[in-house]
């Protein structure tokens, strides 16, 4: 996802996450990259049973301007055990700084 942000701004968005097997699984997220301090994942742990889904909100600051790169990884296992499998979900929050007060109104 792209998020144009104000610097300062927070967010709330979610990544709906879906269990199309024939097995519940157990479902881990957790976040990395340059806003991995202000990412906060409400539900970073739970289960799902077979053919449901579930949004996974989070919350984001803008903390600096710029473009920024993070990712929210998604870790699928099943609950007896076993291999899992992950996908990742990246978010680029584009951050415009700005104006100072006494830019408005001048040309120059």
Do not use: C, H
């Amino acid at each position: 996802m792209i998020l144009r942000m104000e610097q300062g701004d927070t967010l709330e968005k979610y990544i709906l996450v879906k269990n199309v097997n024939d097995e519940i699984i157990s479902v881990e997220l957790l976040a990395e990259g340059d806003l991995v301090d202000y990412i906060d994942i409400q539900d970073g742990e739970f289960t799902l049973q077979t053919n449901s889904e579930k949004k996974a909100y989070f919350t984001i600051k803008a903390s600096k301007g710029g473009t920024s790169e993070s990712k929210i990884n998604v870790k699928f296992s099943p609950i007896d055990g076993g291999n899992g499998v992950g996908l990742s979900s990246t978010i680029i929050v584009i951050t415009e700084e700005g104006d100072s007060w006494w830019d408005f109104g001048n040309d120059d």
